[in-house]
C-alpha cells in the first residue's frame, strides 16, 4: 500500500457510496501522505446527490460517472454549475461504469451498485486485476463460477464488504496464513461445484491443502469435499429484520414502509426488502459458497437480532470464532480498501461501559421461505442462482409499488425456480438470457396473483 489507493466508487449515491466517501475522507486525514483518493464517483439517478459527494471529496475525482443516460444533460449542468467542469470529466451510460472500473488511473474498485446493473462494471474490475471491495453481492449470486474464475486468472483480490463475509474473511485470517506460508497460490484446487465452469477455484480459497501428504484435496481433518483447512462452518448471522416476531399473517399485511424498516442496518430499499424476507440471506449463502468455495451443506444461517457478531466461523475443534463490532459498514469497507492492515475507522467501536445482550436464535424457515431456496440454490448452482436473483429484483419493486403482498415475493422466487430448466454450466451469455427469462416470468407469475 506504499504507492497509495486510487478507489473508483460504483454506486457512490447509495448507502454503500456514502460509507465509502467517508472512509476515504477519514483515511486521507489519518494518513495523509498514503495517496489515498478518489479517483470516479458513478450515479444513476440521485445526480444532485452524486455531484456534491464529487464536490465534497478533496482532491475532486477525475471522473464523474452517471449510468443513466438520460440524466446526461441535468449532470452537466449541474457540473457547469459547481465549477468542477475544468477538473472533472463527465462520462454517461452503463459502458462508461466499465471504463471507470478498469481505468489504469484506479486501483481499486468499490463494487457498490445495487443488483444486477452492477455486474459487467464488478466483472470487469475483476478482470482487469483490480482489488474489488464487492458489496454487489448479486454479482456472485447470478455468476460465481465466472467471476472467481476471473479473479484466478486476473490475480484480482476480491474482499468482501458485505459485513458478514467480511466478518468470515476476518475470522479466517490465521487458517489463511497458516495455508500460504506452506505452499503458493500456484496449487489451488476448487473441490466445490458440479460443473466444469463451478470446478474453477475461488480467489479466496485456501492454497496449499492438495500438495500437503495425505489431504488428496479434502479438509485437514478429513471432511469430505472441504477444504478449508480445520474449518468446519461458516455461520451467517441474520438479524431476522422487522419481522423476525410477527406472525405469518402480519406478514401477508405487510405494508412497504413496515419492511423498509429495518431494525439495526440503514441501507437502500432493495437490502431492506430483502432482509425483511431474509432474501439476503440467500443470496449470502450463494456469496459465500462463491467466496469461500464452501459447500453449501457447510453453511449456516443464525438469528442474532443486535447485528453485533457479523458471523461466525466454527472450526473442526469446536472453536468458534466470531467477528463483533456495532452495525456500521464502514468498518467492512474500510477493511477492504486497506486489507491486510488495519487502521483507526470512522465507525465507533464496541462500547464496554453499556451491556450488550447478543442472542443467537434458531431461523423459523416456516415464516422466512425464501432462506431454503438460498441453501438450494447454492446446492445445484449452475443457471439457479441468476433466475432466483431475477425473479427476486423483480418481485421487490412490484411489493413497493403494492401490487403484490410481501409475502408473495418468496412464492415468485420459488415459482419462478420450479418454471426453469436447471442448466449445470451455462456461459455468462447464457446467465445473461436467464436473467431476462427469469424477470419476464416472475412478471408474468406475479399478474395471476390478485392483491385483495
Ligand atoms: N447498504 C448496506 O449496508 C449494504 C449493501 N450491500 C450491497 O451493496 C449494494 C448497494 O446497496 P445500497 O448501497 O444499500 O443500495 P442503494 O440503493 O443505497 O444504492 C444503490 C446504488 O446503485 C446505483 N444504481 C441503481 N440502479 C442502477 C443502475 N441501473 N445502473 C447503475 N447504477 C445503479 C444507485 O444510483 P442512484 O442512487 O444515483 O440512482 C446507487 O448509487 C447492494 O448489492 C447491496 O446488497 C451489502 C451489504 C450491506
Ligand atoms: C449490513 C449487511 O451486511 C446487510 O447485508 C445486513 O446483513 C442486512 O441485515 P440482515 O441480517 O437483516 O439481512
Ligand atoms: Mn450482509
Known amino acids: 500500500m506504499t504507492d497509495g489507493r486510487r478507489v473508483a466508487i460504483l454506486g457512490a449515491t447509495g448507502s454503500i457510496g456514502a460509507a465509502t466517501l467517508d472512509v476515504i475522507a477519514n483515511l486521507q486525514k489519518y494518513a495523509p501522505d498514503a495517496g489515498w483518493c478518489v479517483a470516479s ?24 460517472v452517471v449510468s443513466d443516460e438520460q440524466n446526461a444533460r441535468c449532470a452537466s449542468d449541474l457540473i457547469a454549475k459547481a465549477e468542477l467542469a475544468e477538473r472533472c470529466r463527465l462520462d454517461v451510460g452503463p459502458e462508461a461504469l466499465v471504463r471507470a472500473a478498469i481505468s489504469p ?27 474489488v471491495g464487492l458489496a454487489n453481492k448479486e454479482t456472485l449470486v447470478i455468476a460465481g463460477p465466472v467471476v472467481t474464475a476471473a479473479a484466478e486468472k486476473s490475480g484480482s483480490e476480491l474482499l468482501p464488504i458485505d459485513s458478514e463475509h467480511s466478518a ?51 479438509c485437514e481433518f478429513g471432511s469430505p469435499g472441504h477444504k478449508l483447512p480445520g474449518v468446519r462452518r461458516l455461520i451467517l448471522t441474520a438479524s431476522g429484520g422487522p419481522f423476525l416476531n410477527a406472525s405469518f399473517d ?16 440503514d441501507m437502500g430499499q432493495k437490502i431492506t426488502i430483502d432482509s425483511a424476507t431474509m432474501m439476503n440471506k440467500s443470496l449470502e449463502i450463494i456469496e ?27 472450526f473442526e475443534d469446536g472453536s468458534v470464532i466470531a467477528q463483533l463490532s456495532p452495525p456500521d459498514m464502514r468498518l467492512p469497507i474500510q477493511y ?30 416456516e415464516r422466512f421461505p425464501a432462506l431454503q431456496l438460498g441453501f438450494e440454490v447454492a446446492r445445484v448452482g449452475g443457471t439457479a442462482g441468476v433466475v432466483l436473483n431475477g425473479a427476486n429484483e423483480t418481485a421487490v419493486p412490484l411489493f413497493l ?21 436447471h442448466e449445470s454450466a451455462p456461459s455468462l451469455d447464457r446467465l445473461l438470457e436467464l436473467d431476462t427469462w427469469s424477470r419476464r416470468r416472475a412478471a408474468e407469475l406475479a399478474e395471476t396473483i390478485s392483491v385483495a
Not at 402480519?250 to 442496518?265: I, K, Q, R, S, V
Request: glycine share 6%.
Open 401 to 421: 409499488s403494492g401490487k403484490i403482498r410481501f409475502t408473495d415475493i418468496a412464492r415468485l422466487c420459488k415459482q419462478t425456480l420450479d418454471d426453469h430448466h
Open 41 to 64: 464517483v458513478s450515479g444513476h439517478r440521485r445526480i444532485d446527490q452524486l455531484i456534491e459527494s464529487a464536490q465534497k471529496a478533496s482532491p475532486v475525482p477525475q471522473t464523474i
Open 168 to 218: 468470515i474473511y476476518q475470522c479466517l485470517a490465521e487458517a489463511r496464513e497458516n495455508a500460504a506460508v506452506k505452499t503458493p497460490p500456484s496449487s489451488l484446487s476448487g473441490v466445490s461445484g458440479q460443473s466444469s465452469v463451478s470446478q474453477q477455484p475461488s480467489v479466496n480459497s485456501l492454497p496449499g491443502i492438495n500438495s500437503q501428504p495425505g489431504f488428496n484435496g479434502q
Open 336 to 365: 477492504a480498501l486497506t486489507y491486510p492492515h488495519r487502521l483507526p475507522c470512522p465507525a465507533p467501536p464496541l462500547e464496554r461501559t453499556q451491556r450488550w445482550d447478543m442472542s443467537l436464535i434458531p431461523v423459523d424457515h
Open 250 to 265: 402480519e406478514m401477508e399485511a405487510a405494508t412497504p414502509a413496515e419492511a423498509l424498516n429495518h431494525p439495526t442496518w
Open 288 to 314: 459465500a459458497k462463491w467466496l469461500f468455495d464452501v459447500p453449501a451443506d457447510r453453511i449456516e444461517v443464525v438469528v442474532h437480532p443486535q447485528s453485533i457478531i457479523h458471523s461466525l466461523v466454527e
Open 105 to 131: 488511473d484506479v486501483d481499486t474498485v468499490v463494487a457498490g451498485i445495487v443488483g444486477r446493473a452492477g455486474l459487467e462494471s464488478t466483472l470487469e474490475a475483476v478482470r482487469a486485476g483490480k482489488r
